[in-house]
């Protein structure tokens, strides 16, 4: 959205070239912040403390659903629920 917001102006400042400098030089930014501080495991993360270790390793941040058996869930997304929302009929309307 900013992106979007900001174009005009930077089309104005720089040229058409303008917002494909700005925003490749900050993807190349993110992308090496990104490289320097993401881990594979959370166990590897400076980020991560000793309680949320925990918690992460005994499963806590699981969100698979089971059922009572303790077996693996079929969870059907609540489509009629999505799609009364405004927001995903935003989304859905800006992308087409």
């Not at 040229?15 to 501080?37: E, K």
């Not at 881990?39 to 993360?45: F, G």
């Not at 980020?47 to 659903?65: P, R, S, W």
């Amino acid at each position: 959205m900013i992106g979007l917001l900001a174009a005009p102006a930077l089309l104005a400042a720089g040229g058409l070239p303008g917002p494909f400098v700005l925003f490749g030089a900050l993807g190349v930014v993110w992308a090496l912040i990104w490289s320097v501080t993401s881990t594979t495991y959370p166990a590897q993360s400076t980020f991560v403390n000793a309680q949320e270790l925990a918690y992460i390793e005994d499963g806590g941040a699981t969100t698979e659903a089971t059922t009572a058996s303790g077996s693996a869930a079929k969870v059907t997304p609540p489509f009629k629920l999505l799609l009364s929302k405004a927001p995903t009929w935003a989304c859905i309307i800006a992308n087409f």
